[in-house]
């Protein structure tokens, strides 16, 4: 069977954002459900697989209808019983947002006690992406597993992506979450780094030292930097490709997470890195735009043609 599928690994959460007023509304969000949202968007024609692990209470059974609504699968993972997902609001100041979250106990947290089931959700998938934060929220021999299941995958046909995705108060230590991002970098195909993220974890002093640091590791290298330029480097060449400035934005959520569902979006159809970061920007400008994590499929798919 060719692999056709994409599968993104992770922990979507129940997301309250605020409105006017003391009303606040809810969602399903999280990085890596940010970044299948768009790319299922994008990719309408492949198979979309949210790989975790659910409660079975009405607000798990609310997410997993929220997916499969939208044509999201959920592949064969878990459903705990007495287990439920986790929790967190945006405030904003303007188009800043800050987090407060409640997702200790969260269900995500056991993706990986079933590793058949797990691999079973990877298999005939033509791209596997996962996050630090994915990482952040397994305990050591958890993570050991998923990476595990992610190189098996990647030897049967997989391209494997990961976004480092630093979150300091999701680790240990510093130490622990470097040992642990290159042990996922060292499966990786397409790594997609934050550099201000780097720059606190590994001390980069620029994005051009990200960039040439992980690309001893991984063959294909995107650097976000918020605002400015992304860095692509492809096998020790590197381009710069300017970010799209949008003058009011509305909420920042989620603009980093839908760049790299645009960029692999682009990759998979075949778009040479430097234009599929140019759609990607494109991409993150529209989200921006909207309040919340997720942006109507029709603004993403314009945006990433635009």
């Not at 056709?4 to 954002?17: F, K, Q, T, V």
């Not at 089931?117 to 990877?122: D, E, T, V």
């Not at 060292?186 to 790594?191: G, K, L, T």
């Not at 294909?220 to 492809?234: F, P, Q, T």
Request: overall charge negative; charged content about 15%; glycine content about 8%.
């Amino acid at each position: 069977m060719t692999a056709n599928g994409i599968a993104s690994i992770g922990e979507c959460m129940l997301e309250l954002s605020g409105q006017a007023g003391p009303n606040w509304r809810m969602g399903f969000a999280g990085d890596t459900f940010n970044t299948l949202w768009a790319l299922h968007a994008l990719s309408p024609d492949r198979p979309a697989t949210y790989v975790s692990a659910f409660g079975d209470d009405p607000f798990s059974r609310d997410q997993i209808g929220f997916f499969a609504q939208n044509g999201i699968g959920i592949g064969n993972s878990p459903v705990i019983a007495g287990a439920r997902p986790g929790l967190y609001a945006i405030t904003l100041t303007g188009a800043e947002r800050a987090f407060t979250y409640w997702r200790s106990d969260a269900a995500a947290r056991q993706l990986a006690s079933d590793p058949a089931a797990l691999a079973k959700s990877l298999e005939n998938q033509a791209l596997v992406y996962f996050s630090g934060i994915t990482l952040a929220i397994l305990d050591d021999a958890a993570r050991k597993t998923l990476l595990a299941a992610i190189a098996t995958a990647r030897v049967a046909g997989s391209l494997v992506a990961f976004d480092p995705n630093y979150r300091p108060r999701l680790w240990q230590s510093r130490e622990a979450a470097q040992a642990a991002i290159l042990e996922a970098l060292a499966v990786a195909d397409i790594a997609l780094p934050t550099f201000p993220d780097e720059q606190m974890l590994f001390a980069d002093e620029t994005p051009q030292a990200t960039a040439e640091r992980l690309g001893k590791q991984v063959g294909e290298v995107v650097v976000k930097n918020g605002e400015d330029a992304a860095l692509v480097a492809l096998n020790g060449t590197t381009q710069p490709v300017p970010a799209v400035h949008v003058a009011t934005p509305v909420d920042t959520t989620g603009a980093g997470d839908s760049f790299n569902g645009g960029y692999l979006a682009a990759r998979l159809a075949g778009h040479a890195p430097a234009d599929a970061a140019r759609r990607a920007h494109q991409v993150a400008a529209a989200v921006v735009q909207v309040r919340g994590a997720l942006a109507p499929f029709e603004v993403l798919r314009t945006a990433f043609e635009g």
